[in-house]
């Protein structure tokens, strides 16, 4: 699985759960470990998640964009 799509389940499970350990967002998002770190990792170099004692959440910004996305017609 490349790494754009791995960044893209784990965007998409933080949405559906809201706050998740590294661990858990793996398992829903059918991903292993490794891949989930890695990609929240990157997310959170961009300032898309945020992180604390071990769990991560989308950050308000990121909601806001995915929010738009979402509200655009196809």
Do not use: H
Not at 17 to 33: F, L, V
Not at 39 to 47: D, H, K, P, S, Y
Not at 54 to 64: I, K, P, Q, R, T
């Amino acid at each position: 699985m490349d790494k754009q799509t791995c960044t893209q389940l784990v965007v998409q499970t933080l949405q559906l759960s809201g706050k998740a350990p590294a661990r858990e967002i793996a398992t829903r998002s059918g991903i292993d470990n490794s891949s989930s770190i890695f990609a929240l990792l990157a997310l959170e170099t961009q300032g898309k998640v945020q992180q604390l004692n071990g769990y991560w959440w989308l950050s308000e910004s990121a909601v806001e964009e995915l929010a738009q996305e979402e509200g655009k017609p196809s």
